[in-house]
């Protein structure tokens, strides 16, 4: 009798309904060793919870009426509030050791498989410091990513991040290029604000040796250089800019790596369009039809060109300087070359003929053919930070000149738009996988006429904004 008693009172949980919801951070926690994190929980107000992870106890203060907050440094194992399990916590070391990228071009990816985006290559000779590994990749934190194990190798604890020194900084005039001498080639990563019209350079690895800096203190396009430290043996270089951030080029010469910001075109407000290069590619061609319509078999390739086309028209005729990637059924790149050289080929276009805007027309399909038939929506992708303003200012008009309800624009890694050099987007008009769509777009002499008008109000719309 005594015995079932205590077993009633012992052995059977009692279970409490879960009161505690969780703001941030996002659980299953992984985090480097020791590192610190932000708690916010909402629940009933006017308590005071409790906090427990396999190593410690905090106590939540109530930042507002059911709002609880706190720091905590996240050990392996489970992260409870008040008895309620919150989730778990698997902690790494900060670093792995020093990686050395031994490929031509490493390809730097936003997780640890092939799916993930691609990022910026990373050349031969660069050393990374490796914080993480999963299955194939190492992740990085500067540059920031993954790359595959067997494009490199990591070197043993005692190597270092280089030999790489900042000696020398020069901005030459009048093409505005930084050169930045540093005795040997080593990791770095841009950072863009186009809202204040910033670059910075991050060196990890390189300290700085710059006492005096060589460059022009009133150079025509940039004012002062900065130097920071990176970390504990880095560097970070800040380039402001005087005029609106464009894109830049970015090159190794030797032990020197020469940093060129795309001058901004100039822009006369009354004709915004007169004498801008732009480069305006119809997606797909040749032995690639894009997607194909489900009733009317529309093949994407020549819809493109329709609206390609009459995006050439109407921008020449506002007097810019247009170059077409394709103006025919054909694939960009020669016959004989390899599959993968026709999205570059695409992007050579633009880079051979100095274009300063890349416009990229598609139509859209899904993956799965049901969503895709009922799908609909104008969709502007962008790479780099100066992109997402043109994708942004594109996605609305053309929404409204080709009876669209639905437009966004999104950040995604394609290869065409990646480069950093100009602003480049690819417009998705509108889904030709839904039928619906497809015998608007089809029976509707007008909409190539339409779709170009809408992109072409976009690309004004940005050449004149904040000049
Ligand atoms: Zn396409």
């Given at each position: 009798m005594k015995k079932t008693l205590l077993f009633i009172l012992l052995g059977v949980p009692v279970w409490a309904e879960p009161i505690w919801t969780v703001?941030?951070?996002?659980?299953p926690l992984d985090t480097p060793e020791g590192q610190w994190v932000e708690l916010e929980v909402s629940g009933p107000a006017g308590r005071h919870p409790s906090l427990q992870t396999a190593r410690t106890t905090t106590s939540l203060a109530e930042a507002r009426a059911g709002v609880y907050r706190t720091r905590f440094q996240p050990a392996v194992g489970d992260v409870t509030l008040d008895g309620q399990m919150l989730g778990s916590c698997r902690t790494h070391s900060g670093s792995l050791g020093v990686f050395e990228v031994t490929k031509e071009n490493a390809v730097l990816r936003t997780g640890p498989t092939s799916d993930y985006d691609r990022l910026t290559p990373v050349t031969r000779g660069v050393r990374l410091e490796a914080v993480e590994r999963q299955g194939d990749y190492y992740r990085f934190h500067t540059p920031s990513g993954w790359l595959r194990l067997s494009e490199g190798m990591l070197l043993g604890p005692?190597?270092?991040?280089?030999?790489?020194l900042l000696t020398v900084i020069r901005v030459s005039e009048p093409d505005n290029i930084v050169r930045l001498t540093m005795g040997s080639p080593c990791a770095w990563q841009v950072r863009q604000d186009v809202e204040n019209r910033k670059f910075w350079l991050d060196l990890p690895g390189v300290p700085s040796?710059?006492?005096?800096?060589?460059?022009?203190?009133?150079s025509q396009a940039i004012p002062a250089i900065r130097l920071h430290p990176l970390g504990e043996n880095g560097t970070t270089v800040e380039i402001p800019l005087r005029q609106r951030l464009w894109g830049y080029r970015l090159a190794w010469k030797g032990d020197t790596l020469e940093f060129a910001p795309t001058p901004a075109p100039r822009i006369d407000p009354k004709y915004p369009l007169r004498g801008v290069r732009i480069t305006v590619d119809a997606g797909h061609g040749g032995e690639d039809s894009g997607t194909v319509g489900?009733?009317?078999?529309?093949k994407e390739k020549d819809l493109n060109l329709s609206v390609a086309r009459a995006l050439r028209d109407q921008l020449k005729k506002a007097g810019a300087i247009v170059t077409m990637?394709?103006?025919?059924?054909?694939?960009?790149?020669?016959?004989?070359?390899?599959?993968?050289a026709e999205l570059q080929s695409r992007v050579d276009v633009a880079l051979r003929s100095r274009a300063q805007l890349f416009v990229s027309v598609h139509h859209n399909a899904r993956p799965d053919v049901q969503d895709g038939r009922v799908s609909h929506g104008a969709h502007i992708y962008y790479y780099q930070p100066a992109s997402r303003g043109l994708a942004q200012a594109i996605a609305a008009p053309l929404a409204r000149a080709i009876g669209e309800p639905s437009y966004q624009h999104f950040w995604r890694s394609f290869a065409v738009i990646r480069q950093p050099e100009m602003p480049a987007v690819l417009v998705?008009?509108?889904?030709?996988?839904n039928p619906g769509l497809e015998k608007g777009m089809l029976h509707d002499r007008a909409y190539p006429q339409k779709a170009a008008r809408g992109i072409f109000e976009g690309v004004t719309r940005f050449l004149v904004r904040d000049m």
């Open positions: 703001v941030s951070p996002q659980f005692e190597a270092s991040l280089g030999n790489g040796a710059t006492f005096h800096t060589a460059y022009a203190q009133n489900l009733d009317l078999h529309v990637t394709r103006d025919g059924d054909h694939q960009v790149a020669p016959e004989s070359a390899p599959a993968e998705e008009c509108n889904f030709l996988s």
